[in-house]
């Protein structure tokens, strides 16, 4: 049973109690069926990216994975990419309908569709509504329409819209009616995508660069880490946003006054210590023992170092266990993980984006280090 406490428009605390149904786990296990039997290849790729392995877990994104697999032959590495390519094969097919009361949707260009799904997760995910009320989304939808159609008036589009909804609803379940009057995209991830969709085209604010720039301004919240990685993963060139990631990182660790002798201690050691690693990972090494997390960020940064964790090398063990003795305060330890988990956002974002050579080496150079007045920061001040 899933229990979720949302805050709408009016403020008013709704919970919503919503049990797994037959129906969609029979979806999954048919799916899996066909993963295994008519695709004899596919399994073995999925079992090596776990972007994949994860949305065998939801019958909206098995249905993705299946028609762009069929469609194309190949499995997107990204997420986001997959997103793209099933969204608009969905779209496609769902355009050649001939249902009447498709009329209104299918009239609609395949750009306009995907926009008004674009604009939905925008104005939603903005304002924190992972659920919405049936009114509010048909304003939503009404007010696109409206963008659309300029000839009509509100009443119109507002009946619209109410056909628009159930004509979405009903072909690929793109919302889940949680509970009477209470919808939700079906996939949090999907709203995810195509939110961070909605700031790369624009329908934010004027201006991509002001989009960036008000998009890092919200690196603090987690509920923002995964967009961030996602526009990097869509821009055809995240050098501008990685480099106002990692400006505003170190912005709020300056003003973190009771971990600068920590950080200061731990760049010099990171640069003396006598192993064959990255002081980057290093310094990452450091941390993850610290906070107790897993080692994410320095086993990829330094295979070196991967090998020997996975070795169990005594050298590294003995580090850790002097590590994970040192005593910080709660404040100082919520300071920390903050630290780690935005640096991480920009570790994830670098992997995704297509980034400058010279770019790449140098903010990896410097994760987890006060890099504020590196002339490539200097450069976007």
Known sequence: MLNVTVESRKRKNLSIEQNIKLDE?????YKKIWLKTQKPQLPGKIQDHETVKQILSHPLLLTLLRIVFEETGEIPLQRAQLYHVGLQILL????????????????????????????????????????????????????????IFKTQIEPET???????????????????????????FSVLSFHEYLAA???????????????????????????????????????????YLLLLMKSKIDTLIESQVTLQPFLTWLK????????????AAVRAFYI??????????????DSNLSSDLEADSPKLN??????????FSDHQKQALQQYYDMSKVLFDSIDAGCVTCSIREELEQNLFLFAKNTPLLEAIA
């Open 268 to 279: 010099h050691q990171s640069l003396k210590i006598n192993y064959d690693y990255k002081p």
């Open 158 to 184: 507002r009946a619209q819209a109410k056909e628009v909804l159930q004509s979405i609803q009903a072909h690929y379940e793109l919302f889940t009616e949680w509970t009477s009057g209470i919808y939700a």
């Open 25 to 29: 786990q029979k979806q999954v296990r």
């Open 318 to 327: 003995s580090a850790a266990q002097k590590l994970q003795r040192c005593r």
């Open 92 to 147: 496609k097919q769902w355009g050649s309908t001939e249902d009447a009361k498709d009329k209104i949707f299918t009239s609609l260009s395949l750009q306009q569709k995907e926009g008004l799904l674009t604009y939905v997760a925008w104005m939603t995910f903005a304002q924190g509504e992972y659920f919405f009320e049936q009114q509010q989304l048909e304003q939503y939808i009404s007010d696109y329409l409206q963008k």
């Open 197 to 239: 969709k909605a700031i790369v085209e624009g329908y934010t604010v004027q201006g991509l660069e002001q989009a960036l720039k008000q998009l890092v301004e919200q690196l603090t919240e987690n509920r923002w880490h995964q967009i961030c990685t996602l526009v990097a993963s869509m821009l055809p060139n995240t050098d």
């Open 288 to 301: 993850e023992c610290i906070l107790g997390i897993d080692f994410e960020i320095s086993g990829a940064l």
